[in-house]
């Protein structure tokens, strides 16, 4: 069986932003037809949420805004049949970002088991990954051993990381999550599946070019 071709894309992306889920959804698609090699940059998109979690009605949007950003969410999940239940609390990121940082080092497959758990306890369970016991319980649940779970939360080298994937973000001009890139070619947003195969197909052409 001929294999699959490779791209190597860089996502920016938060695990409480509802687009980032959507767009994690409709990007694994593309693994129907490319080895995809993904390079998850994690932005902490609302640093002032706390830890205990808050009703949405506290960020900065009007409700006009928001009731008609949550009409297009919910319209684009159940048209491609994403599960989420309703938005109505957000939490601080900042310790699951940490951990997802923390996961890589174990591998692609606990990576990716605790990638999805942690967008499926916080849009489908309506979970607060803000809390650590909660997400000491996710992670045990992933393979992920306690003294890899607490070094992600004490040791700087992965508050570092968060940084340098701030500092990437500018060197790209990001301004908002979810973010692709796919070589030369930046997408933003919520984005359509065929977009994004689009740019898939112009960048394995790039790369035979």
């Not at 932003?17 to 990007?27: D, S």
């Not at 996710?138 to 992965?158: L, Q, R, V």
């Amino acid at each position: 069986m001929k294999p699959l071709p490779e791209i190597r894309i860089t996502v920016f992306s938060d695990y409480i932003c509802p687009f980032c889920y959507v767009g994690h959804h409709r990007l694994m698609r593309l693994k129907d037809q490319y080895d995809l090699k993904i390079n998850w940059c994690f932005l902490e998109i609302h640093p002032e949420n706390s830890a205990e979690g808050e009703p949405v009605t506290d960020l900065d949007y009007s409700s006009e805004f928001w009731d008609e950003l949550m009409r297009n969410l919910r319209r684009v999940a159940d048209e491609e049949e994403i599960p989420l239940a309703e938005h109505t609390f957000t939490t601080n990121s900042r310790d699951a970002l940490l951990l997802a940082e923390a996961s890589k080092q174990l591998g692609h497959e606990i990576f990716y088991r605790l990638h999805e758990k942690l967008f499926t306890a916080f849009f489908v369970d309506r979970t607060n990954i803000g809390n650590r016991d909660t997400l000491r319980e996710i992670a045990k649940s992933c393979g992920i051993d306690d003294k890899t779970i607490n070094a992600a939360w004490t040791e700087p080298k992965y508050q570092q990381r968060l940084l340098e994937n701030f500092n990437h973000a500018r060197q790209y001009k990001i301004k908002s999550v979810p973010s692709f890139i796919f070589g030369e070619r930046t997408l933003t947003g919520v984005v359509d599946e065929a977009i994004m195969r689009d740019a898939a197909t112009d960048l394995v052409k790039t790369k035979t070019d």
